[in-house]
């Protein structure tokens, strides 16, 4: 069996979650790339070619000229489309690649809800270029959110108070990303959640989901994410309903929504496994073999109708942020243990030695605290306990 990944930089969730999950069921990886070296270097085993991933026209070429494929994957954001289009090509399982399409243009998502009746955002674009004063003569709601249309990870995304905010936000954006058309909508109320699926066209799992605690505005960094093994069934139903007119139901799916006097309203839907070792973590909690499911469903598989995930756990995700620009001067190492019957996983994400910038996303985070048990109290006691013990010093 060959299954080809696209991909763009290595990640954590290739790494230790779909590349020791197809060896175990014995699938043959290719990796598809644009930066073939970096892959090479993280995976001297896996057979990794070069290619533009970004164009599925030269993703079915790459294809077409190297081994029949028997599932085309991709577990990144910017790939979706380009991986679904290209599965289809060769008549493979994929997911539909206008679902993928929507669900990464926020633009296109936020008038597809609408359409179909399933929820209405105020919402207006900006082409790349496009002068922000035009703005002025819309009836924008305030405060609003400012973020690139088609952007991942917070990066970018930026709550305006009021007609010269927004301008501002937009004019600092465009100078970043001159090329990015952005999304102005307005801002949903209440808490924060994600909803974790996986389907297989005909059955689709509820994995649980997380509470995502956020850094003050008006940035949206996901500072903190704590199981939930089960929201409320209304809720759950309302944001199924979203996906459902979205046309999302095949493989993983990450979704984050917001709950404000009852009402579910999605954020935005990352078609994919849930990221930033979250999904570590949900296979780790749940006792399931969540990496080798989803990449049967792209082989045709079709799921169990009963996972038999775990439902007597709890965990916690924590990433440490850098609070300013400078040189990473020490930090903890990684570390594995137990304490109070908690396991505690951390794994830096900077090097010492590394300079950043301060970028108000998830590109500032430092490491990754995975801590579970059975008892959400003592979770949040011994992480509480294990960071405020670390020292990470940043030097200007």
């Known amino acids: 069996m060959r299954l080809y990944l696209l991909a763009l930089n290595p990640t954590d969730s290739v790494t230790e979650g779909f590349l020791p999950a197809a060896a175990r069921l014995g699938i043959d990886v290719t990796v598809l790339t644009d930066q073939p070296r970096s892959h090479r270097r993280t995976y001297p085993d896996i057979e990794v070619l070069e290619c533009d991933v970004r164009d599925f026209r030269a993703v079915i070429t790459r294809l077409a000229t190297h081994h029949t494929p028997d599932a085309v994957f991709t577990n990144s954001d910017h790939l979706q489309t380009q991986a679904a289009l290209a599965a289809d090509y060769f008549g493979l399982p994929a997911k539909p690649w206008q ?66 905010d927004l301008l501002l936000r937009c004019k600092e954006i465009q100078e970043r990303r001159p090329e990015a058309a952005l999304v102005v909508e307005e801002y949903l109320p209440g808490e924060l959640y994600t909803l974790e699926t996986l389907g297989d066209g005909r059955v689709r799992h509820v994995l649980g989901g997380f509470h995502t605690e956020l850094s003050a505005p008006p940035y949206f960094i996901e500072e903190r994410m704590t199981f939930v093994t089960a929201h409320p069934e209304p809720v ?69 109708a009963d996972l038999g995930a775990r439902t007597d756990v709890a965990a916690r995700l924590d990433c440490p942020c850098a609070d300013r620009a400078g040189t990473l001067t020490s930090a903890p190492a990684a570390a594995e243990l137990v304490v109070d019957g908690v396991s505690l996983t951390y794994r830096p994400i900077r090097q010492v030695g590394e300079r950043h910038d301060l970028y108000h996303t998830n590109r500032d985070y430092l490491g990754v605290l995975r801590a579970t048990g059975t008892d959400q109290e003592t979770i949040d006691r011994v992480a509480d306990d294990f960071l405020a013990a670390q020292r990470w010093e940043i030097t200007p």
């Open 236 to 304: 759950v139903g309302q944001v199924l309903a979203q996906l459902d007119a979205l046309g999302v139901g095949f493989g993983a799916c990450h979704t984050e929504f917001v709950v404000h006097e009852g009402r579910a309203r999605i954020i935005e839907v990352n078609y994919r496994a849930v990221g930033d070792q979250c999904d570590l973590l949900l296979a780790q909690l749940l006792d399931i073999p969540l990496f080798e499911h989803i990449l049967r469903t792209h082989l045709g598989e079709p799921l169990p």
């Open 99 to 164: 679902a993928a399409l929507r669900t990464k243009d926020k633009a296109h998502m936020r008038r597809h809800l609408a359409a179909a009746g399933a929820d209405t955002v105020w919402s207006t674009e900006l082409a790349a270029g496009q002068d922000p004063a035009q703005l002025t003569g819309l009836d924008v709601p305030f405060p609003c959110v400012v973020k690139p249309r088609e952007g991942v990870a917070s990066e970018d995304v930026v709550l305006a108070e009021g007609p010269e």
